[in-house]
């Protein structure tokens, strides 16, 4: 890279923070500072939910699954998900988002709180922080790659650990005074940036492919769209799993999480939440295809270039295989567009989650502790200086995925939805079992969700399923023998002949555990117990 590329990447990262603390203006109340005051036009909220769900790890990542995908298992299977997911927002969207939209909430945990008591509320905040502060690690650190890739490009070998540190600081500034406003708003032009990015990219490859790269690509099932062969419960993306699991997974991310669940509370009604919500999900299947096309493009051109796998010693030598996307846009993009290409991949790892885990521990946690009502200024500055507290919680474990990278073998995008399946389940599953169950208590709620945090925690961990190994003919067997189960609880090592559960599959089992559990332990009710005041609320109105 040359030096107009560094001086648009470093124009970028400080500008972007400066621009979110000058939309976002000083935040003189706490609501103003979690939500916005209700005021954020849905389409703005609409694009800041795509940037936070997708950021760094669908710009570097996605286009890795479409270039690796075996021909058995397809390059574009991943849209299954996509697909999953627009119907789970769609639910999401009539059944808990009026709940949130309806009462003067901040965060999505009020409502367990209103439902059970502030036992669960607490519970499911603080699985949340836990949870998001583990997935948001892994996408910080996903957004060092491209800078590591830059900086090497120059001779300079910086560790990871600072390259986090250095974002980590540029997030929290514009949170720290802008809150939520900055924060949507910053989303919204990221994305526009890191997608104009990959629209480079695009016209970049176009130019360079062989003649032919097309059929090459079909022939090779790249634009294979749904995998009905491959095992359901270890395959890819097979699509009864991906369909079902990324419609539950939706549910969770989109109706449980306060990420998202804070992005479309800030919206002026219901009815703008609901267009924010179903858009995105559509916004998120074309870039998700987008992303994919990108790695089909890159297959077709290493594929000419460099013979062998290019992210093995014999071919580009790639260290980690996340890099394949920036090594191309360091080493074949002009002078100037790659930097611009670069600064959109930053751009997606610019959104915050600080404001979603600051909110969630003041009004979820720190108030339901101490057992007092804060005043507005109190909560105010609670909430930024636990942003300052994440912000340096999310530098550190962002640094030790880092170090832990280099022995993993999936995906950084598979690894960071893999996160979620042991606490996504037991928090959506506390919802339903709230609106499903009348007879539920909190008692009932938290039992059910310890139990079902223990057996996603055994199921991941724990359990295995044996078969033909890696070197088996996927064609031949498409990986159906896979029927032997045992229990160990050491690393799978596919090349022998063992694989885990897919991680589609963790959200709906987590689920169906904790109804199954809470079901039954509310059976010890024999009265069904008085409706809240915000159901009488709801049913004298109706």
């Given at each position: 890279?040359?030096a107009?590329d560094?001086a648009?990447?470093?124009?970028?990262?400080?500008?972007?923070?400066?621009?979110?603390?000058?939309?976002?203006?000083?935040?003189?109340?706490?609501?103003?500072?979690?939500?916005?005051?209700?005021?954020?036009?849905?389409?703005v909220?609409?694009?800041?939910v795509?940037?936070?769900?997708?950021?760094?790890?669908?710009?570097?990542?996605v286009p890795?699954?479409a270039?690796v995908?075996?021909p058995s298992?397809?390059?574009m299977t991943?849209?299954?998900?996509?697909?999953?997911?627009?119907?789970?927002r769609i639910i999401v969207s009539?059944?808990?988002?009026?709940?949130?939209?309806?009462g003067?909430l901040?965060t999505?945990?009020a409502?367990l709180g209103k439902?059970?008591?502030?036992?669960m509320r607490?519970?499911?905040?603080?699985?949340?922080?836990?949870?998001?502060?583990?997935a948001?690690?892994?996408?910080?650190f996903a957004?060092?790659i491209?800078?590591?890739?830059v900086?090497a490009?120059?001779?300079?070998?910086?560790?990871?650990?600072?390259?986090?540190?250095?974002?980590?600081?540029?997030?929290?500034?514009?949170?720290?005074v802008g809150?939520v406003?900055?924060?949507v708003?910053?989303?919204?032009?990221?994305?526009l940036?890191y997608?104009l990015?990959?629209l480079?990219?695009?016209?970049?490859?176009?130019?360079?492919?062989?003649?032919?790269?097309?059929?090459?690509?079909?022939?090779?099932?790249?634009?294979?769209?749904?995998?009905?062969s491959?095992?359901?419960?270890?395959g890819?993306?097979?699509?009864?799993?991906?369909?079902f699991?990324g419609?539950?997974l939706?549910?969770?991310?989109?109706g449980?999480?306060?990420?998202?669940?804070?992005r479309?509370?800030?919206?002026?009604?219901?009815?703008?939440?609901r267009?924010?919500?179903?858009?995105?999900?559509?916004?998120?299947?074309?870039?998700?295809?987008?992303?994919l096309?990108?790695?089909?493009?890159?297959?077709a051109?290493?594929r000419?270039a460099?013979p062998?796998?290019p992210?093995?010693?014999g071919?580009?030598?790639?260290?980690?295989?996340d890099?394949?996307?920036?090594?191309?846009?360091v080493?074949?993009l002009?002078?100037?567009?790659?930097?611009?290409?670069?600064?959109?991949?930053?751009?997606?790892a610019?959104?915050?989650?600080l404001?979603a885990?600051?909110?969630?521990?003041?009004?979820?946690?720190y108030?339901?502790?101490?057992?007092?009502?804060?005043?507005d200024e109190?909560?105010?500055?609670?909430?930024?200086?636990?942003t300052v507290?994440?912000?340096g919680?999310?530098?550190v474990?962002?640094?030790l995925?880092?170090?832990a990278?280099k022995?993993t073998?999936?995906?950084?995008?598979?690894?960071?939805l893999?996160?979620?399946?042991?606490?996504?389940?037991?928090?959506l599953?506390?919802?339903?079992?709230?609106l499903?169950?009348r007879?539920?208590?909190?008692?009932?709620?938290?039992?059910?969700?310890?139990v079902?945090v223990?057996?996603?925690?055994?199921?991941?961990?724990g359990?295995?399923?044996v078969?033909?190994s890696?070197?088996a003919?996927?064609?031949a067997?498409?990986?159906?023998a896979?029927t032997?189960i045992?229990v160990d609880?050491?690393?799978?090592?596919p090349?022998?002949?063992?694989?885990?559960?897919t991680?589609w599959?963790?959200t709906?089992?987590?689920?169906?555990v904790?109804?199954?559990v809470g079901?039954?332990?509310?059976?010890?009710h024999?009265d069904?117990?008085?409706?809240?005041?915000?159901?009488?609320?709801?049913t004298?109105a109706?």
């Amino acid at each position: 890279m040359r030096a107009l590329d560094v001086a648009i990447i470093v124009v970028f990262l400080v500008g972007m923070p400066l621009l979110g603390i000058l939309i976002g203006g000083r935040q003189k109340s706490a609501k103003d500072y979690f939500v916005s005051e209700k005021k954020i036009s849905w389409w703005v909220v609409c694009v800041s939910v795509v940037s936070a769900e997708t950021s760094t790890l669908t710009v570097l990542s996605v286009p890795v699954v479409a270039y690796v995908a075996p021909p058995s298992a397809g390059g574009m299977t991943y849209l299954t998900l996509a697909l999953g997911y627009i119907l789970g927002r769609i639910i999401v969207s009539f059944v808990l988002l009026p709940r949130y939209m309806t009462g003067d909430l901040v965060t999505a945990y009020a409502f367990l709180g209103k439902r059970y008591g502030d036992g669960m509320r607490a519970t499911a905040s603080v699985t949340f922080q836990f949870t998001r502060l583990l997935a948001d690690g892994i996408r910080l650190f996903a957004t060092a790659i491209p800078i590591k890739v830059v900086l090497a490009s120059y001779g300079v070998d910086a560790s990871y650990w600072a390259i986090v540190t250095v974002l980590g600081v540029a997030m929290v500034c514009y949170t720290f005074v802008g809150g939520v406003r900055a924060v949507v708003w910053v989303d919204a032009i990221q994305m526009l940036w890191y997608v104009l990015g990959g629209l480079v990219v695009v016209v970049a490859l176009a130019g360079a492919l062989p003649s032919g790269w097309f059929g090459d690509a079909w022939d090779a099932s790249k634009f294979q769209l749904f995998d009905f062969s491959s095992n359901p419960l270890t395959g890819g993306y097979p699509f009864l799993a991906a369909f079902f699991g990324g419609t539950l997974l939706a549910m969770a991310s989109h109706g449980v999480d306060q990420l998202i669940v804070q992005r479309l509370m800030s919206t002026r009604d219901l009815v703008a939440a609901r267009k924010a919500l179903v858009a995105s999900g559509v916004v998120v299947f074309l870039q998700f295809a987008f992303f994919l096309l990108i790695g089909v493009m890159m297959w077709a051109f290493y594929r000419a270039a460099v013979p062998a796998d290019p992210v093995s010693a014999g071919g580009l030598g790639l260290a980690n295989k996340d890099e394949l996307f920036a090594h191309y846009i360091v080493t074949e993009l002009p002078s100037g567009l790659s930097g611009f290409v670069i600064a959109g991949i930053l751009a997606a790892a610019l959104s915050s989650s600080l404001g979603a885990l600051a909110s969630a521990t003041v009004t979820d946690v720190y108030e339901r502790v101490s057992r007092r009502v804060l005043s507005d200024e109190r909560r105010l500055r609670l909430g930024r200086i636990w942003t300052v507290v994440w912000a340096g919680l999310l530098i550190v474990c962002a640094g030790l995925f880092a170090t832990a990278n280099k022995t993993t073998a999936d995906p950084i995008v598979v690894q960071a939805l893999g996160i979620t399946g042991y606490t996504y389940g037991a928090l959506l599953g506390a919802f339903l079992l709230g609106l499903l169950f009348r007879r539920a208590r909190q008692l009932d709620g938290l039992v059910a969700f310890v139990v079902t945090v223990a057996v996603m925690t055994f199921v991941i961990l724990g359990v295995k399923f044996v078969g033909p190994s890696a070197t088996a003919d996927p064609v031949a067997n498409g990986y159906a023998a896979w029927t032997s189960i045992r229990v160990d609880f050491s690393a799978a090592v596919p090349a022998e002949g063992v694989r885990t559960l897919t991680s589609w599959w963790y959200t709906p089992l987590g689920v169906l555990v904790t109804l199954l559990v809470g079901g039954l332990l509310s059976l010890r009710h024999r009265d069904t117990p008085e409706p809240s005041a915000e159901e009488a609320a709801a049913t004298q109105a109706a």
